[in-house]
């Protein structure tokens, strides 16, 4: 299937567009704003209608992109572009798991939920992950995926990823894998639920990384199975360092230790420190941002007292500001999902996210100031960034 899309006008002037990639549960936007980020030209919607869990472009080439997909008559699958847009064709082997010899007793992927591109010196290497818990590797650019690593099928990762029907909204998730940008061979990933593992053997085995993560009280802490990161990111200027939101705080992991820190008991006790994105600046280890949600009682995932606001930290987490300037002030119930904000890599750093009502929502001092670029989108689930020449 091939879908068309508008190629963005190229620059004559030596200027650098910043490209947001908005995916949403009914289609596709992109948004490129000038060098200064002050305006922003609209194109879409893409693939209106599809639900549109993540779209990414390469930044290897700096042109091809995939975008993850259900449809309601083709079901899951990835898309791919490498002319930049102007067409789409559906992958040839979308991810699929393995057939049980039997017939029973197989799973089905109901989406892919997370793309991430693979290491600098493998460029035509992504991994997925899916929902329910599943880990895909494609080796040719994103046409053909297989099942990748033991732990789809592994009897221990299949009982700490649990029940299909866990209670996780739109289904348990793989999602936060990560590549160390040192060495292909280090991975990590986060399974809602089923904790954060890693490997240092290139996906052929990999091992709980819990030690520290708190669970929800009367469960085994020690028990993969209880575990809910909602999002894991590395430190781009500083790999050793990763950063944690989960479903019981938000977390610090300095390397070599494998013992996580929860940084997140400085945040406001009014506001908690239950979310689920989580920023890391491109260049500053000590300088991440998350967007607090409600998580009390039972969990109505709206900003605390409709009141949203981005929390940001530059001591590695022993601080954090609250940065609401040009948001609303109060009677805005909506949220922001773990992969719908993100950073570029500007200086100072832009930062935007979209909200479950359809907001899309940028700062370009770092979160000292807000405005809104979009409005009455449909539910947004990931917005990505990139620069074009």
Known sequence: MTLNI???AAKTDGSRQTL???STRKGAWFYYGDSARQTWRTDGPHFLGHIINHLLLDPRDGRTLLAAAKTGHLGPTIFRSTDFGRTWQEAAKPPAFATVADGSGGRAVDHTFW????HADEPDVWY??????????SEDGGVSWAPFSCINDDPQYRRWMGSVQDGTPDGPKLHSIIVDPRDAAHLYLAMSGGGVHESADGGRTFAPLIEGLEVVEGFAPEDAMFHDPHCVRLSPSNPDRLYQQNHCGIYRLDRPADQWRRI????????GDIGFPMVVHPRDADVA????????????????DGKPAVYGTRDGGETWQRLDAG???SQAWWTVKRQAMTADSRD?????????????WMSRDEGRQWECIATHLPEIYAVETAELA
């Open 348 to 360: 100072p750093v832009g930062l935007y996210f979209g909200t479950t009502s359809g907001e899309l």
């Open 6 to 8: 508008e190629n963005p």
């Open 115 to 118: 793309l991430t591109p693979g």
């Open 289 to 304: 941002w998350v967007f607090p949600m409600d998580g009390t009682s039972v969990w109505p995932r709206t900003s605390p």
């Open 327 to 329: 948001l609303p002030g």
């Open 20 to 22: 947001l990639m908005v």
């Open 128 to 137: 997925a992950g899916t929902s329910p818990q599943g880990l895909f590797r």
């Open 264 to 271: 997140g008991r400085s945040m406001p006790a009014a506001v």
